[in-house]
């Protein structure tokens, strides 16, 4: 099989470049190499689309944070996934740390963020009330938002996929080959060019093709997300005065309504180490009492982790590494805020190489699955009398019903996981974390697949959760 461009990848970044490339009359395909999009750093984060204070004046972080922020208000729009600009505090505890916040602000100034104010602790309470009575003083961003990162990296596949993208999933590349003037990946696809957007594995992909060796170190990070009961505590996302590990341990509302607080920030070694270790959680939890009062910590609902790419260097690595071979790694914080002006860029940059013209009839919107907890009550009546499988609600904590989960498994990409279905319509999400609804979703995975109950899984091949039936061998 023959291609033009061929993208390594399916998280935000690897989404958002293709998407970028289905404007242009090329043959493009991205591979993932697990069963589904958003399966790794980009599907555990704080899901902040950052204002773009906190990068590095001239910086690769601060060029496309800024843009990047600006393009996802619009992309939410023509793509249909959760946003809500918010606004964010960077807060501190001291007078003696007022030339910290000084320092991001003068730097978001020169990153050309707009609305930048530094605020008192009294007139950052009037807006957010529940902030800890310690804090002195803010630097307030209006800009910032946050975003449904699942939501966000499927949308900007589906649509790839609506202007004649194609995308493999559990399709891991193992081998790369330079035969004149094209690539041959796995001995079986040829391309002209390659977009290594990897994340953590970015290091590996690279290191199949080009002689100079670069490291991706994973740094882990714990999460506690608290039931949709506590989730207005805070309507701005609240970081701490950041240091070098990172932006601090944030309190943050989420899109869909519930909070949010961590990251910790630990380096390790395995790339697949996303076990939450009681230190951390314990940690993230202390930090958080700094920043926010009265947080009702009986109401965790879940904590999880997530591995930020970490490259050798401070800043994100986007360039042509070899011939028509371009790296795209090593994309932490904020990634996921410059995922769509990374993929605006690299886009245009290999649509030039290539000499491609833009087409006519791209499709910029995606109307996206039914969400019928989101409509009137009138609508959802039309819907169920049209498919009675509406009616039929799974997912008691998020109302997530039968014909929504069918929709995902028949989705432009299918979701053929528990994970999968979890991401597009949220039936596992909510307060029982898929305590009663996961045997019911595996039935009509198993159902609408046509493979056994047995060979549903929670999302790659290795996670069955079922290994037979009582009274058999």
Partial sequence: MKYDVIVIGGGVTGCAILRELSKYNLKIALFEKEEDLCSGTSKANSAIIHAGYDAKNGSLKAKFNVRGSILTKKLAEDLNFSYRNNGSFVVCFNEEDLPGLTELYERGVKNKVEGLQIINGDKARELEPNLSKNVVAALYAPSAAIVCPFEMTIALGENAVMNGAEIFLNKPVNDIKKINDYYLINGQYETKYIINAAGLYGDVIHNLICDDKIIISPRKGDYCLFDKEVGSLVKHTIFQLPNKFG???????????????????????????????????????????????????????????????????????????????????????????????IGEYVSEYVATKLNAEKKENFLSKRKGLNKLNKMPLEQRASLIKENPLYGNIICRCEEISEGEIVDAIHSIVPATSLDAIKRRVRAGMGRCQGGFCSPKVMEIIARELNIPFEDVTKNNAKSKLVFGRLGEE
């Fill in 247 to 341: 932006k601090g341990v944030l309190v943050a509302p989420t899109a869909h309504g519930n909070m949010l607080i961590g990251p910790s920030a630990s380096d390790v070694e395995d790339k697949e180490a996303s076990a939450t270790t009681s230190e951390d959680l314990e940690m993230i939890i202390e930090k958080a009492k700094l920043s926010v009062d009265n947080i009702p910590f009986n109401k965790v609902i879940t904590s999880f982790s997530g591995l930020r790419a970490r490259p050798e260097g401070d800043d994100f690595i986007i360039r042509e590494a070899n011939d028509n071979f371009f790296d795209v790694i090593g994309i932490e914080s904020p990634g996921l805020s410059s995922a769509p002006a």
